[in-house]
């Protein structure tokens, strides 16, 4: 196809050439855009020269200013295409496109006129002034709005300058053509939609320019419009609600939530400022703070959530446009509970103080718990401590009564301080505590108690009216009136003397009863113990009584206490010589002797030859004290430097021969005997005794008179010794005598026995007692403790309380009424022997004939007359 394309072209050529030298010029037609090497025409051949001559002649074109884009071949004179041949650029727009060449040929020199004329292709596209056109449209514009564009160029000419315009599919523009009067066009672009920014803030199109050339070349331009924003949308948040949710424990500043809000305007329009316009409860203006320019909220306060639970704000966005658009959103600041208060413990009512015989199960107080948290976090547990004498009880819920549990004891405890401890279910857990003070009111429950059960007091004799002997104290341990304590004595008192039996019934022989109130009394407020009168040892040596202590409760209670209050003895009596044995007796020492009877001499006899050591008298003395002050010794004064035939027994107060009696000694011999005890000072007695010599036939007249008397004398130790067979039948009288006595006793103490063995036991005379007494002194000691002293009768003489019975400790009777209230009679006392005292009787009874016997083979063998029975 290429091929017929090029010889179609030569013969155009041809016949355009032969045209031209018909008219006197060649002209010759050529497209633009041919190859370089085609060939426009033969030159040489339409000039009419040789084939050959061209080149020598030299045949050229000659250059006239511009480049022709041809050239002559020197070999075939022909006109070639030597470079690119661009119409618009030799010719633009003009037409026809004719270019004049001027061919020189030599040899003749020659000018020719050529005509190449460049004809036009369809090589040029339809250019528009720009590839982009921005437009810039306001929103609001209206429909049917215009806007022009500029249209394409084509450099081509003819036919391939001829454009149609389209534009790209679009809703809201179309393209509106015009043509001018000079045959150009003009484009407009119409808007046939309201535009939307916020929908689409830019209309890209595209405008088409296509021109009438074969095959059509097309040119485009884009037309940028962008929609001028207005004001015409509020501002937006992207969420409507915010629901957050915050510990009430966040700090001051703490970031709460940030809103958001936009404005599909631009510019000015879309730049938002926020705000807070209600707030739910009104406090919540004081809680947060709102950045105008980011949206974020921040706490000004510190939260609580037992005041408020929710906080709803009402966030307002606003546009800077005019006029100015706003949104709104709410924000709900939901506060979460934390552990941040500790259980509260109210006393709603206290009953105080409580009375020590309250009964288990009293309410003591009522309480009120609560913590202000919720949840697990306002959950209570209560608890008392310490856990007794006192407990919790739910009422309901929040209230609590404390109860009593246990007993009370005001005097082991007299106030209670008690904390009521109270932890929630938190995490960590929070606890508090609420102290009570409860005291415990006093009832009269306890009697008073003597420090000691049994007291003993040492008194001395003839001590002073109202002297003090002790302090006796008796606690009660209830506190007020309950524990005010009064002191009295028991009017039950048990006197021991000498003058007769202890605690004898008036009607009784000896000193007789007296209560012990007589003797002493005592303070009722202090509790002291004095004497009402002196005392004394020889009327009364051992005053045993109660001491009642009573307080001043209701009904009133009482304790009792034994005061033993031992009488000590002092040295305020002189030995008291004991008259003769009887009257007969010494009637008939006097006659033998062929005197009368003088006042105050003791008469005795004694027979010449007789040895030394024999008894002839005994001097009988007796001092009302007792003890070492009792104790007698005797002494003969004697002329100075001389010695006589008599002696006297220190301690025995016999007098017996120092040797050998004989007539020189003559008839009588007058004594004196100097009686001393050992108390300081010593007291003294003297006594005289008369002793007639006789010879041994009076000796014997004299012991027959004695024998018709010795019933009166049958109990004398001293006086006259009766001669050697009367003497003799006298002591075996009396040992059978004392054997069946002794009998007679045993088998009575064995009955009174068997009785105590079986009766009820009684009260006893004595209670138990620490204190014991000691007396000392140069001859010896012994003791006293809680003793009885009981009489001996010895001879004929006067009691006397030599010999002394230690009954043994006895345990304090049992508490109880009959205890505290009633007290035996002083004779029931004394009446009643318990089993131990009635062992020591017995076992006493049984040594007495021994003793007995004893005694009766000294005094028969001091006289010389021991018979062979």
């Not at 697990?376 to 310490?386: A, D, H, I, L």
Request: hydrophobic letters at 40%; one cysteine or more.
């Amino acid at each position: 196809m290429g091929e017929r394309c090029c010889a179609a072209l030569v013969r155009v050529l041809v016949l355009q050439a032969a045209w031209a030298l018909s008219g006197g010029q060649v002209r010759y037609s050529v497209p633009e855009e041919a190859k370089a090497g085609t060939v426009v025409g033969r030159l040489a051949q339409d000039l009419g020269l040789e084939a050959g001559e061209a080149e020598a002649r030299r045949l050229r074109l000659v250059a006239q200013g511009r480049r022709a884009s041809v050239e002559v071949s020197g070999a075939s004179g022909a006109l070639l295409v030597s470079s690119r041949l661009d119409r618009e650029e030799l010719c633009g727009k003009s037409a026809p496109c004719a270019l004049r060449l001027e061919v020189l040929l030599e040899r003749p020199l020659r000018v020719f006129h050529v005509q190449l004329e460049v004809t036009d292709i369809n090589d040029n596209a339809p250019v528009f002034p720009a590839a982009r056109r921005n437009l810039s449209i306001a929103e609001l514009s209206v429909p049917g709005s215009r806007f022009p564009l500029e249209g394409a160029s084509d450099a081509d000419i003819g036919a391939n300058a001829q454009l149609t315009y389209t534009l790209s599919p679009s809703e809201h523009f179309s393209l509106d053509l015009q043509k001018l009067s000079d045959g150009n066009i003009e484009t407009e672009l119409v808007l046939t939609k309201s535009l939307d920014r916020e929908t689409i803030p830019v209309h890209r199109l595209v405008l088409t320019a296509t021109d009438g050339g074969r095959p059509s070349l097309t040119g485009t331009m884009e037309v940028v419009i962008t929609v001028e924003d207005a004001n015409d949308n509020a501002p937006q948040f992207n969420q409507s609600v915010y629901q957050v949710q915050i510990p009430e424990s966040a700090g001051v500043g703490t970031l709460v939530t940030r809103v958001n809000a936009t404005d599909a305007d631009e510019g000015i329009n879309s730049e938002v400022t926020y705000g807070v316009t209600n707030f739910i409860p009104p406090s919540g203006k004081d809680v947060i703070f709102i950045n105008p320019n980011t949206g974020e909220i921040h706490l000004t306060a510190a939260l609580d959530f037992e005041e408020v639970k929710v906080f709803n704000f009402r966030i307002e966005a606003k546009d800077k446009g005019t006029p100015s658009l706003s949104g709104h959103c709410k924000v709900v600041l939901e506060v979460l509970d934390v552990n941040d208060n500790a259980p509260e413990v109210w006393v709603t009512s206290l009953s105080v103080p409580v009375a020590e015989d309250a009964s288990v199960g009293t309410v003591v107080a009522l309480l009120s718990v609560s913590d202000r948290d919720s949840g697990e976090n306002g959950r209570v547990r209560c608890w008392v401590w310490p856990a007794s004498p006192f407990g919790l009880e739910a009422t309901f819920l929040g209230s609590y009564s404390l109860v009593l549990r246990e007993a009370l004891d005001r005097e082991r405890v007299s106030e209670y301080e008690v904390e009521v401890r109270a932890e929630d279910g938190g995490a960590p857990a929070l606890r508090a505590r609420r102290g009570l003070r409860v005291p415990v009111s006093d009832v009269n429950d306890n009697a008073p108690l003597f420090a000691q059960a049994v007291y003993t007091v040492l008194a001395r004799e003839n001590n002073a009216a109202g002297a003090e002997l002790a302090r006796l104290w008796a606690r009660d341990p209830d506190e007020a009136a309950n524990g005010r304590v009064s002191y009295s004595v028991w009017d039950g008192g048990l006197g021991v003397g000498v003058g007769g039996a202890a605690g004898s019934s008036p009607s009784s022989g000896g000193m007789g009863w007296r209560p012990a109130s007589s003797y002493v009394s005592v303070d009722a407020e202090s509790g002291r113990l004095w004497a009402l009168q002196p005392l004394d040892y020889e009327e009364l040596q051992v005053l045993q009584f109660e001491v009642r202590a009573v307080d001043a409760g209701e009904p009133a209670l009482s304790g009792n206490a034994t005061v033993q209050l031992f009488v000590l003895d002092e040295n305020d009596n002189a030995p008291a010589l004991l008259p003769a044995a009887g009257s007969a007796a010494e009637a008939a020492a006097a006659a033998l002797a062929g005197a009368g009877s003088e006042s105050g001499t003791l008469w005795a006899w004694a027979a010449w030859g007789a040895p030394a050591g024999q008894v002839v008298a005994k001097i009988r003395a007796v001092d009302a004290d007792s003890g070492y002050n009792a104790w007698l010794r005797y002494e003969l004064c004697e002329p100075q430097g001389g010695k006589g035939p008599f002696r006297v027994g220190l301690y025995s107060g016999e007098v017996s021969t120092a040797r050998a009696l004989d007539e020189a000694d003559g008839p009588r011999q007058r004594l004196l005997i100097v009686v001393r005890d050992h108390g300081e000072p010593a007291r003294s007695a003297t006594a005289t005794l008369s002793v007639s010599l006789l010879e041994a036939a009076e000796a014997a007249l004299a012991a027959g008179s004695s024998a018709a008397s010795s019933s009166a004398v049958s109990r004398s130790a001293a006086g006259a010794e009766l001669g050697p067979g009367a003497a003799s039948a006298a002591t075996n009288v009396w040992l059978v005598v004392a054997i069946c006595a002794v009998s007679s006793l045993f088998l009575l103490a064995v009955v009174l026995y068997g009785a105590s063995r079986w009766a009820p036991r009684a009260a006893v005379l004595s209670g138990p007692g620490p204190t014991t007494l000691v007396c000392a002194s140069e001859v010896g000691s012994w003791s006293y403790s809680q003793r009885h002293s009981r009489s001996l009768c010895v001879a004929d003489g006067a009691a006397k309380s030599d010999l002394m019975v230690f009954s043994p400790n006895f345990p304090p009777p049992p508490p109880g009424p009959a205890a505290k209230d009633t007290q035996p009679e002083p004779s029931a006392l004394l009446g009643t022997v318990s089993g131990n005292t009635l062992l020591n009787l017995i076992y006493s009874l049984l040594l007495l004939p021994l003793l007995f016997c004893a005694l009766s083979s000294r005094c028969c063998e001091g006289s010389g007359y021991l018979t062979g029975a």
